[in-house]
Each structure stands twice: as C-alpha cells, then as structure tokens.
C-alpha cells in the first residue's frame, strides 16, 4: 500500500509539472514583451504563502490543482504600457501560444530521453511480426491469491512456466516435466487453466536474476482474479535507445508523429459522434485524477513507458488547450481574432461574462467525470494494492 501511495503522489506530481511548464510559457514570453506578471502561482486559492520578486509574486496555494499565471491587464480595459492590452495583436497571440507551445517542448524533452534510455510498451499477443524482446510482465497481485503466497511481485518478468506429470510410481517418482517459455499473456492463461489445482513452477526474472515460484492454480478462482490471481501486460521493446546525438532529433520527429496521430484520432472521434456512432472502443473519459491514476499504472511498466505516457500526454494536453473554447488558450486566440477583424476588442463585459459561463460547464464536467469515473479508478487502483 505505501509504495502504491508513493506512486500514486509521484504521478500527481508529474502531471501538477506540466501544468506548471504550461504556465511558465505563457511567463516567460509575457516577461520578453515587458508585461507586468502579477503573479506566478502553484496550485489554485487560497494562498499558503507567497514572496515578491520584482512586480511578481510567486506563490504556493492550497488546492493542488495546476498553476496559473495573472497578468496585468489580460482581461482588457487597462491602458499602461505594462498591460497585456496594450500590446499589439500578435504579441498577444504569442503570450496566449506559449503556454500550448511549452507542453510540445516538454515532449520533445521527454522523448528525447525515452529515445536515450530506449522504452518497453505494451502489445497485444496478435502482434508478432517485428518484435523485438516481447515479455509479459505482472502489473498486479491479488492480496491472498497463489501468487501473491507464493511471492510475486509487480513488476516481475514471467519467463517459463514448468508443468510436470506422473509418469509410473514406486520408490522413485518419475515425472515427465515440461518447460515452456511464455512471451504472450494468452500461453500463460492457457498453462495455468489447463493446470488447475496440479502444483506449476513459474521462473520469473527480477532485477537481473532468475527465480522460481512454485504454486498450484485455483480451480475455482474470485471473480476477476484468474486461477494464479495476477494480471498481467505484454510488453515489447517499440523504441529502441538511441545515440545520445540523435536522441534529441528522435524525440522531435516522435512528438510530430504524436501530433499528428493525436489529430487523427480526435478527428476519428468527432466524425463518429456527428454520425451517431458513440464513441470509439477504448475511449475513456477521465479528469486530473483519471490521469493520475493512468499515469500511475504507468509506472508499473518502468521508467521508460511512464515517461513515454507522460510525453504523450502532454502532446494531447496541448492540442486540447487550442480548442476554441472560452476559459482555455483556444477560446483566448478566438477573441483576439474577432479583435484582428473588428478592428477593436469584444467589450471587457462581454468577454468576461462568456468565459465564466463556459468556465463553469468545464468545471461541472470535471466534477460528474471525477465522481463517475475518476473515484472508482483511484479505489480499484489502491484495492489492487492490497
């Protein structure tokens, strides 16, 4: 339970980062245009504490939500050379583009070093052309199961099972033993159904080292535990390290092919909604807590895959940022070009009014996501755990 908690905080604290990093782009650039930066805090109100430097107060808040930035004069009506409304249009659409370009440098950062340590992700057992290392690891150990008394552990790499029969009696049992290598979930779901309540030898890999666990599948296991009582992911080498030269060059071209995709699979998503189809299979919903706790998972997988997870979240954070939705950059960039074509901006009132609306009904959102879905995460995320 400790390690799941030690786990679970470290993967909020990766996603609080990237808020973070997203908020920082929008501070530097406005820092550059010589915009006063009222201040720059973590976390959302009330504040914890804070300390002036220059015109800016940095601040740690109470509610460990994300970050955020105040800057003088963003919400208009302020007319001083160090307002956010004084600037010209396109300083403005700079300020607005540099917290949504932050999040695509951080994955290019990030991939860069997935690219330099190289990473093992996860496979389904129809693929089998290409392959390079495919593995099946153990993501989880039902408290009490065989394999929990036997002395699994997550993270282990199932290697071969050992099954064995009675081939005559007497003085000197004779058995006829039989090892098969496991490198699909399916091989070892298969041996330890056809084995059930007969005594298996399971070789694992941990930490460099071979061990065996002998155990006896259930014949008649809990539901959703299996006979063994663990789960499992297949998992395969997709990218491999590289010099630590051309790590850098990877990492970009992977966060425009990440782009690209993500695009492609948004696009695939709202065509199928606007034609009454639902959404696609796999499609989850999930708040900052979901997140957490996909992240978490995660890690389970090793250090590579969780940053590869979180350099592609951060791809679909930035582009989900850009939607013309007011309350997020998209719906800021949106007012700035209505200004661009008027020839003067939305009334301070208006704009104001429509941000709040919409602010609102994210807000909601965030919280029937949270309830719905997000909770029962977290509490088959720490029962797993136990």
Avoid at 93 to 116: M, R, T
Avoid at 273 to 279: D, I, N, P, Q, R
């Amino acid at each position: 339970m400790i390690s799941a908690i030690l786990i679970f905080i470290v993967a909020f604290l990766s996603l609080i980062a990237l808020m973070i990093i997203h908020e920082f782009g929008h501070f530097i650039i406005a820092k550059k245009f010589g915009v006063r930066v009222e201040e720059f805090g973590i976390g959302y109100p009330p504040r914890i504490f804070g300390k002036k430097i220059g015109d800016t107060i940095y601040s740690v808040n109470l509610l460990p939500l994300g970050a955020f930035v105040r800057i003088y004069g963003e919400e208009g009506g302020v007319d001083d050379l160090k307002s956010f409304a004084n600037l010209k249009i396109w300083k403005r659409v700079l300020i607005v583009i540099g917290g949504v370009a932050a999040f695509w440098i951080a994955s290019i950062i990030i991939f860069s070093i997935v690219f330099a340590i190289g990473a093992d992700l996860p496979v389904s057992d129809a693929d089998v052309a290409g392959l390079t290392n495919p593995q099946v690891k153990v993501i989880s150990v039902s408290q009490n199961s065989p394999a929990g008394q036997a002395g699994l552990r997550i993270g282990d790499t199932i290697k071969d099972i050992k099954v064995g029969e009675v081939v005559f009696g007497g003085p000197d049992l004779m058995y006829n033993e039989q090892v098969i290598k496991i490198n699909k979930v399916s091989d070892f779901q298969k041996i330890t159904g056809d084995n059930k309540g007969k005594e298996i030898t399971i070789i694992i890999e941990r930490n460099g080292a071979k061990l065996d666990f002998n155990l006896t599948p259930r014949t008649n296991p809990p539901a959703g535990q299996g006979a063994v009582g663990i789960g499992l992911e297949r998992m395969a080498t997709l990218v491999q390290k590289s010099a630590w030269y051309m790590a850098p060059i990877n990492g970009a071209v992977y966060t425009w092919q990440t782009t690209v995709n993500a695009l492609k699979g948004l696009y695939i998503t709202f065509s199928g909604l606007f034609a009454g189809k639902g959404a696609p299979q796999g499609a989850e919903f999930a708040g900052p807590l979901g997140i957490t706790v996909f992240l978490a998972n995660a890690a389970s997988y090793g250090i590579g895959f969780f940053l590869y997870f979180i350099g592609s979240l951060s791809v679909f954070i930035a582009i989900f940022n850009l939607f013309p939705i007011p309350a997020l950059d998209g719906g800021k960039l949106v007012f700035l070009l209505i200004e661009k074509i008027k020839g003067k901006p939305v009334s301070v009132k208006v704009e104001q009014g429509i941000t709040v609306v919409f602010f609102v009904i994210l807000i909601c959102l965030s919280l029937f996501i949270t309830v719905r879905f997000d909770i029962p995460r977290v509490w088959d995320f720490f029962k797993a755990s136990l």
